[in-house]
């Protein structure tokens, strides 16, 4: 339980990064079949999956920000060597997830049916898509459960678990999903039964893989580890369900656009969703390690992390990005067959490609924050980015100027510019205050 002797480098970092990438992907995959399962049975079957699957995703927002305060709290105890205060943090940490799972699980439960109504579904989706909500509602502490363990494992860089716990979600759900949606012809039911069979398959493989790889024992720290865990967690819940939410409002703009415009726009997004699914995965390697180095008391270590961080970025980010834009039209046909959505997605490429590059340099600032345990500085930047750049211009640009989908990812691009400086400016702040190693005030 000591940091770990070499010192940083991009293969290192890589290393971590993979796992993470092949569990992100898979989880994108995991979310396709139910999809493509559901569009194939009727259209009545996927719209009830369309509207009440994000309503599922809102309630897993809030325990992943949970899941995050409990990654940097290891990997800061981890690099420290304190084994106790690591089984403390996870043992606290997994408790607190299940409890609070199920309390939004409940809430899911018993309000399914009045939210799917307040959303303007059709009556004749509002029944199957209530279902579908009510059969997941007991995977959500299930779900929670499983993040813990998942962020537990990685912040002793032990990132390979969330690849096993995703493979495995994926190989119960594809086959389990197929036998109950046509084979028995519970149709939507069917899809939500085959998600909590393998959610809760992926939470068990979790608690018996961990439990071999965390410490259990040694002695333990006197201060409240529920109240450092909060202190992180909130602003981490925060960014997530504003992130959410400002993604719906950004549809809704498109919406207004045209219909043409909303389905392009839906398809560039689920393209950037790749790259963003690999920066991703290449960001959380460097609040482990830096984590990991603030925990040892060494401060230069966890800027070279954040720095050697930033060119892992640079390359993750250029190879999907040179993939869209040689091979974008091509992509483009495979989804989608009506040539207005698709010359409307095309001319959007370009810019949406670009408006990634910003969340490199963001990325990396905002990991290295996270590793410092001042969340609510990413916050805030990120509700700045949203509220003075992100939403304002794409109304203005995407709506009422009509510019279309050019226009909204232009205002995407300034709000990666704003994110980024924020960011680099919080984080000076701190290396010139000497704060760098302080966890925020329980």
Known sequence: MTAPAAGPSVGRLWALAVPLLVAGLTQIIVNL????????????????????????????????GWATAVQVLVAREHGAGRPGSVARVVRVGLLTS????????????????????????????IGPGTGYLRILAP?????????????????????????????????????????????????????ALATLAATAAGT?????????????????????????LWAIGWPEMSTMGLGYLNEALIAGFAARMSTADLAAYRIVDNLLLVVFT???????????????AL????????????????????????????????????????????????????????????SMAPMVPAMAYGSFLRAMGDTRSVMLANAA???????????LLGVRAGLGLPGVYVAWIAFGLTLSLILALRVRAHLRRGTV?????A
């Open 33 to 64: 079949v139910d999809t493509v399962l559901l569009g194939r049975l009727s259209t009545e079957a996927l719209g009830a999956f369309a509207l009440a699957a994000p309503v599922y995703l809102v309630a897993l927002v809030v325990v992943r």
């Open 98 to 125: 299940i409890v609070v799972g199920a309390g939004i699980g409940a809430a899911l439960y018993a309000v399914a049916g009045p939210t799917l109504t307040l959303l303007g579904a059709a009556p004749e989706l």
């Open 139 to 191: 995977a959500v502490p299930l779900a929670a459960a499983s993040f813990v363990l998942q962020s537990a494992c990685a912040g002793i860089g032990v990132t390979r678990a969330s690849m096993y716990h995703a493979l495995l979600v994926n190989v119960v759900n594809l086959p389990l999903g197929v036998l109950l949606i046509f084979g028995a012809g519970l149709g939507v039911t069917g899809a």
């Open 204 to 228: 068990a493989f979790l608690l018996t893989y961990a439990r071999s790889r965390l410490p259990r024992s040694g002695p333990e720290p006197a201060e409240d580890v529920t109240r450092r």
């Open 278 to 292: 690999a920066l991703s995965a290449a960001a959380a390697p460097i609040t482990i390690m830096a984590g990991q």
């Open 295 to 354: 925990g040892a008391g060494d401060k230069a270590a966890a800027t070279l992390w954040r720095r050697k961080g930033v060119v892992l970025l640079f390359v993750v980010f250029a190879a999907p990005a040179a993939l869209a834009l040689l091979a974008g039209p091509w992509l483009l046909a495979l989804v989608t067959t009506n040539p207005v959505v698709a010359d409307l997605a095309w001319a959007a490429v370009p810019l949406a490609v670009l």
């Open 385 to 395: 980015g949203d509220y003075l750049m992100l939403l304002p211009l794409a109304w």
């Open 437 to 441: 190693s302080t966890l925020p005030a």
